[in-house]
């Protein structure tokens, strides 16, 4: 079991928006550590999409964004492409552990 | 180009050692931790520990401290991890990854895929 709780799946029609939650506790992102946010295309390395929760590295499209509230994090897709059909993982870091922590991941279905 | 070069795939069998690499070039390796990530087959991402090639401070996930070991050579930008005697549950992708500023990963190498068999 994950320590940052995301859901298994969401999906979304060409166009449209989709929102992924990542879920905490006061260890990790309620102590006020950063989440950040990865993309995972099958078969390919991750790629960092969002830092320090709501910053695009360059070349992230603005359609990409990220925020922070509390003990949770959310990243939203809008103007859903094909090309975003992937798995996102979130991540921070844990004072519990002294270390990094991954959520377990959501899967992006574009239908 | 700032990238992270990983070793190429292995397969082994249980009870066998392993050391796999990651080379960094393009920026400053020894200013930067490079962490390992690993990724079970169908499986989500899990971080097993991390190194400061300047000073060799290494720190591990709980789950894997004892289970491998993690060095580096800063004379020739490269990381290490390693493993005394493998099981078939070892069988991973395993990333190498740069953390930036933060704790974020902001460079990720393609990965070394371990096969443990018999």
């Known amino acids: 079991q994950s320590v940052l709780t995301q859901p298994p799946s969401v999906s979304g029609a060409p166009g449209q928006r989709v929102t992924i939650s990542c879920t905490g506790s006061?260890?990790?992102?309620?102590?006020?550590?950063?989440v950040h946010w990865y993309q995972q295309v099958p078969g390919t390395a991750p790629k960092l999409l969002i830092y320090?929760?709501?910053n695009r590295p360059s070349g992230v499209p603005d359609r990409i964004s990220g925020s922070k509230s509390g003990t949770s994090a959310s990243l939203a897709i809008t103007g859903l492409q094909a090309e975003d059909e992937a798995d996102y993982y979130c991540?921070?870091?844990?004072?519990?552990?002294?270390?990094?922590?991954f959520g377990a991941g959501t899967k992006v279905t574009v239908l | 180009e700032v990238q992270l070069v990983q070793s190429g795939a292995e397969v082994k069998k249980p009870g066998e050692s392993l050391k796999i690499s990651c080379k960094g070039s393009?920026?400053?390796?020894?200013?930067?931790?490079i962490a390992w990530v690993r990724q079970m087959p169908g499986k989500g991402l899990e971080w097993m520990g991390i190194?400061?090639?300047?000073?060799?401070?290494?720190r591990y996930s709980p789950s894997f401290q004892g289970q491998v070991t993690i060095s580096a050579d800063r004379s020739i930008s490269t990381a290490y991890l390693q493993w005394s005697s493998l099981k078939a549950s070892d069988t991973a992708m395993y990333y190498c990854?740069?953390?930036?500023?933060?704790?974020?990963?902001?460079?990720w190498g393609r990965g070394t895929l371990v096969t443990v068999s018999s």
């Open positions: 393009g920026y400053n390796f020894i200013s930067y931790w």
């Open positions: 991540q921070s870091y844990d004072s519990s552990l002294s270390g990094s922590v």
């Open positions: 006061s260890s990790n992102i309620g102590a006020g550590y950063d």
């Open positions: 320090g929760n709501s």
């Open positions: 190194i400061y090639p300047g000073d060799s401070d290494t």
């Open positions: 990854v740069r953390r930036g500023v933060g704790w974020d990963f902001d460079l």
